[in-house]
Nanobody
Framework: QVQLVESGGGLVQAGGSLRLSCTVT??????????MGWFRQAPGAEREFVAA????????FYADSVKGRFTISRDSVKNTVYLQMNSLKPEDTAVYYC??????????????WGQGTQVTVSS
């Protein structure tokens, strides 16, 4: 059983920052063994890849739309993955989901998903 719990969403003005957290809980072994990703889904749109980090934290991947503004990182001791979002734009408004099991850009590559956290960027 693997559970992912996101937090940190909210309302922010354009140009502002937010940091999302995703804590992995597993009964079998350390959650730090999973590669992790962040996705987002705006109303009426498909779920899209945002960023991913491999199990060791040594490799990170970003969508072109967030490169240079978002940073993914992980704390293996806390079994938590972070998404630092800077210079936010109204088009970043979406429900953000963390996912475990891959570093691919396709959502179907991930095995476990969190419940999502809303990020709203006002203009």
């Amino acid at each position: 059983q693997v559970q992912l719990v996101e937090s940190g969403g909210g309302l922010v003005q354009a140009g502002g920052s937010l940091r999302l957290s995703c804590t992995v809980t597993t009964s079998r072994y350390s959650g730090s063994r999973y590669s992790m990703g962040w996705f987002r889904q705006a109303p009426g749109a498909e779920r899209e890849f945002v960023a991913a980090i491999n199990w060791s934290g040594g490799s990170t991947f970003y969508a072109d739309s967030v490169k240079g503004r978002f940073t993914i990182s992980r704390d293996s001791v806390k079994n938590t993955v972070y998404l630092q979002m800077n210079s936010l734009k109204p088009e970043d408004t979406a429900v953000y989901y963390c996912a475990a099991g891959s570093v691919e850009t396709m959502a179907s590559s991930y095995t476990y998903w969190g419940q999502g956290t809303q990020v709203t960027v006002s203009s």
